[in-house]
């Protein structure tokens, strides 16, 4: 049966030329596919967050829609057009919200009247998401006006609970809109997770409203509900997040959209040899200077990275599983890497003046074990547990890891180059999730050729496994280890085995392992998954 294809596709983030986390990757390596066939009838929205500073995803346009943005500021909007700056450049409109939070009570009450929405109890960061989703609302509302789409098939498509209220607004004002809903992961579940309450062994206990309740999250948690009910399609990213759906939202999924990749990111033949070995170079010299002594060019680097979600994304786990290894002594060097920004106030000083100079310093740094400073880092949960396990690189363990809380954008003040240019250069990545409904890391990971090793709590782990590995074996590309909520130290454990057998296998098996991982990483490419937006692009506008 042929489906219905939108004319236009408005699609709508926090994220959206504001990098945050996973879901920037999903939609800037999605754009490309997407404009491909709509060009600048698809259109991206975001918050306008950079005020008096160049923001680096953005480039501002005055002549695009500059007949519309003249017309928005007469009605009480103010935006900005201009391209996003990734692969294929395609239209972004950035709107301003402030304003709104002067009617912010009169918002609330027509979601309250109309939808049930409660935001009575909302704090944190409710206000500044529904306000940034109603300016949304506006604009899209604006933009189908001015540019005549009455008759047009228009697509509307909102991620995560932040837009709640731009699916709302339209349904209400403009229903002939399609509205399309994805939630990345539900508010109540990740809240779960993140209490340190275990989600899994008692899973079809669990009541959305009363844990939302429990956990004081009721706002955000009506806002998702009425989300899913009321949009046109309700979409997530795998089935992990669709049981979860179901459970704690009382909705499942009208379709699962899983999260691929975009490969011009990933350099090819020589191009990629050349930048694999100057990011090494520059780990094993950032390692080097910070702990005062050569590292081999040959150590095994493992990383991990993400947000920083200290149980949900397994960063405790990773931390306790290279402490074993320290504990094995292994003969090869090992310098594992801990890519997750936090809450920082720039590079360390001493470490960006070692960087420059052309002798290695032969005494390390204090606490040479993270490279930009921390505020509170008394406070901070890595730097806590590595102390706590007296994992602190002193010279006599071959076995160091380093701690980077720092965006990797290009211009953190010690690496100066963009995550993928470190990325291309590891050994292999680590992600033992305990809450992950996709994992996007691992994804890009094995992209680049470097084998993983994820868990059967992440979406991706599952995918995997779906589409043809066993996941018993790290030289398939990806190595699938099971996880509950009690296991913790097994996990550990198999880490380490799975860590310390691949630093000794022979360089064809490590090429062999590297090809694996590319093939089966071209199985989630966008050409492939991005069919199952189409879907949901038609089920939208078929109702």
Known sequence: MELITP??????????????????????????????????????????????????????????????????????????????????????????????????????????????????????????????????????????????????????????????????????????????????????????????????????????????????????????????????????????????????????????TPNGFEFDFVPEGADFGKKRAKARRLLIDVASRLCGETIAENALLPAISGRYEYKNKGIDVFIEAMNRVRNAHPERQIVAWIFVPAWICGPRAELASRMKQPALPQFPMSDPYYTHHLNMPENDRVCEYLRHLDFLNRKEHKTKIVFV?????????????????????????????????????PLESIAFGIPTITTDLAGFGLWAKEAGISGNRLTEGVEVIHRTDGNYFEVAESIKNSILNYSGLSGETIAETASSAQTLSKQASWTNFIKHYYEAYDKALFI
């Not at 999605?30 to 500073?53: E, S, Y």
């Not at 540019?147 to 004002?173: C, F, Q, S």
């Not at 240019?421 to 996007?440: A, K, N, R």
């Open 7 to 256: 004319d236009y596709i408005f699609e709508a983030s926090w994220e959206v030329c504001n990098k945050v986390g996973g879901i920037y990757a999903v939609l800037s390596t999605r754009a490309k596919t997407l404009r491909q066939q709509w060009d600048d009838r698809l259109v991206f929205i975001g918050p306008d967050l950079w005020k008096n500073v160049d923001n680096p995803d953005f480039t501002e346009h005055k002549t695009l829609l500059q007949e519309w943005r003249n017309q928005a500021g007469k009605e009480n909007l103010k935006v900005r057009a201009g391209r996003w700056n990734i692969p294929g450049k395609p239209l972004a409109v950035l709107v301003d919200f402030q304003d709104y939070f002067n009617i912010k009570n009169e918002i609330y009450y027509r979601m309250w009247e109309k939808f049930g929405v409660d935001s009575l109890p909302a704090y944190g960061d409710y206000d500044e998401s529904c306000m940034f989703a109603y300016a949304t609302g506006r604009a899209i509302e604006s933009l189908y006006r001015y540019l005549k789409l009455e008759d047009k098939k228009v697509i509307a498509h909102m991620n995560e609970w932040m837009l709640g209220m731009a699916i709302l607004y339209l349904r209400d004002k403009i229903p002939a809109i399609g509205t399309v809903f994805t939630t990345h992961a539900t508010s109540v579940g990740r809240s779960i997770c993140g209490n340190n309450r275990p989600l899994y062994g008692t899973f079809e206990q669990y009541d959305g409203d009363r844990m939302a309740r429990e956990l004081n999250m009721e706002a955000k948690h009506s806002l998702e509900k009425q989300a899913a009910f009321h949009a046109g399609c309700f979409t997530t990213v795998s089935r992990l997040t669709a049981r979860e759906c179901r459970q704690l939202l009382g909705k499942n999924p009208d379709v699962v």
């Open 405 to 441: 809380p720092s965006y990797l954008n290009g211009n953190d003040g010690i690496f100066n180059v963009p995550y993928y240019d470190l990325l291309i250069g590891l050994d292999l990545t680590i992600f033992p999730s305990y809450y992950e409904p996709w994992g996007y890391t």
